[in-house]
T-cell receptor, first 113, second 113 residues
Framework: GQQLNQSPQSMFIQEGEDVSMNCTSS?????WLWYKQDPGEGPVLLIA?????ELTSNGRLTAQFGTTRKDSFLNISASIPSDVGIYFC?????????????FGDGTTLTVKP | EAQVTQNPRYLITVTGKKLTVTCSQN?????MSWYRQDPGLGLRQIYY???????DKGDVPEGYKVSRKEKRNFPLILESPSPNQTSLYFC????????????FGSGTRLTVV
């Protein structure tokens, strides 16, 4: 099946620092999604990307759909303690696997005050 | 409130005893899906459904069954649970097949002893 490699696996940063994480795929997606999971809860959608090259922001979060359609990036600026959690990328390709979302393994973010 | 409701939140059972985890959504979503989350393995799709009476296997369907008799409900059935099915399970639903992302339930933590 499709594989998503998400990196880094974990990050330990100081409050106020910027964060970058990325996701690469062995195959093409036509939608990239980024989710955040707080402890004890289900993932919540942060940003959705629909076109190669697209750059989308949601507050301090910015995500980009890679031009090859095989990768995506998420940046968090000026991190705060409530940014702690697990961040997942997910890819969808309705042309080949309608209904399937493939998830990365997640990046666990720890923010030290 | 728009939501995906899973029950139960926690379940401890014994090997071989059939169980059902219920999932219901009140958003009139066509797409529904079940995922399991295990440490280091991210979210893996078990089954998904694109509409009533339409279901398909995800990446890890072995040992699970689903049904979609009504649009709002998508139960997960473990006919003969085994310890390797101990995991955190999430149900999710989506309005469109592409790009709108899933709304997740709060999860069901299952332990099979």
């Amino acid at each position: 099946g499709q594989q998503l490699n998400q990196s880094p696996q974990s990050m330990f940063i100081q409050e106020g620092e910027d964060v970058s994480m990325n996701c690469t795929s062995s195959s093409i997606f036509n939608t990239w999604l980024w989710y955040k999971q707080d402890p004890g809860e289900g993932p919540v959608l942060l940003i959705a990307l629909y076109k190669a090259g697209e750059l989308t922001s949601n507050g301090r979060l910015t995500a980009q759909f890679g031009t090859t359609r095989k990768d995506s990036f998420l940046n968090i600026s000026a991190s705060i303690p409530s940014d702690v959690g697990i961040y997942f990328c997910a890819g969808q390709n309705e042309n080949t696997n309608a209904g399937k979302s493939t998830f990365g393994d997640g990046t666990t973010l720890t923010v030290k005050p | 409130e728009a939501q995906v409701t899973q029950n139960p939140r926690y379940l401890i059972t014994v090997t071989g005893k059939k169980l059902t985890v219920t999932c219901s959504q009140n958003m009139n979503h066509e797409y529904m899906s079940w995922y399991r989350q295990d440490p280091g393995l991210g979210l893996r799709q078990i089954y998904y459904s694109m509409n009533v009476e339409v279901t398909d296997k995800g990446d890890v369907p072995e040992g699970y069954k689903v049904s979609r008799k009504e649009k709002r409900n998508f139960p997960l059935i473990l006919e003969s649970p085994s310890p390797n099915q101990t995991s955190l399970y999430f149900c999710a639903s989506s309005l469109h097949k592409q790009g709108r992302g899933y709304t997740f339930g709060s999860g069901t933590r299952l332990t099979v002893v």
